[in-house]
């Protein structure tokens, strides 16, 4: 498969198993799980074609491990980045001292005065290291890496969750918690 193919079923994974999986009436469980049958088959009927092989490359090739099978791959989910309502059943847990946020110029006086909000995401997104939190500054505009002071949050009672793809997760960053 081509990356162009590669990327095309990529972004229609995103669509279907983290905001829009009516969209093809595919039924994901309370954990975000999908049949890999069903999605098959329910994504050919809207005209998305594609064979389990080309599911396990895409799976297998994408540079942040959006999605995930399930051990004998029969089900398939987003690994994080859901605006559905589903509980990926991760559990708390201590994060490193500090974590990166980024973002765009233009959002920085709205974070400082707001925080971070997960909007209409279930978490807020956090990175480990700044090269990756510079990367998704860049998809909003010109880049802002912003320093959050996780273990002070932590020691506070704010819980923190690791996606299996390695994306730290919580609910809201307060702005006192922010450096720039």
Same mark, same amino acid.
């Given at each position: !498969? ?11 994974? #995103? ?35 594609? #064979? ?23 089900? /398939?989910?987003?690994? %994080?980045?859901? #605006? /559905?309502?589903? *509980? ?16 765009? *110029? ?9 925080? /971070?909000? $997960?909007?209409?995401? %279930?978490?807020?997104?956090? #990175?480990? *290291? ?7 500054? !860049?998809?909003?505009? $010109? ?27 919580? *609910? ?9």
């Amino acid at each position: !498969m081509n990356e162009i193919e590669n990327k095309r079923i990529s972004k229609f994974l #995103s669509l279907i198993l983290r905001h829009q999986p009516e969209t093809i009436q595919l039924k994901l469980d309370e954990n975000g799980w999908a049949d890999v049958s069903e999605l098959i088959t329910k994504a050919a009927k809207g005209r998305m074609h594609f #064979s389990f092989e080309d599911l396990e490359e895409v799976v297998e090739t994408n540079n942040k491990k959006r999605f995930a099978f399930n051990e004998d791959k029969t089900m /398939i989910r987003a690994s %994080q980045g859901h #605006s /559905i309502d589903i *509980d990926l059943a991760l559990k708390a847990i201590q994060p490193p001292d500090f974590l990166y946020h980024g973002t765009a *110029d233009s959002n920085i006086s709205s974070i400082f005065e707001k925080g /971070i909000e $997960k909007r209409n995401r %279930q978490h807020v997104h956090l #990175s480990a *290291d700044k090269e990756t939190a510079t990367k998704v500054g !860049m998809r909003h505009g $010109k880049p802002v890496i912003l320093t959050i002071r996780t273990k002070e949050m932590f020691d506070n009672g704010i819980p923190f969750y690791l996606s299996a793809n390695g994306v730290w997760l919580t *609910d809201f960053v307060d702005a006192k918690y922010i450096s720039k």
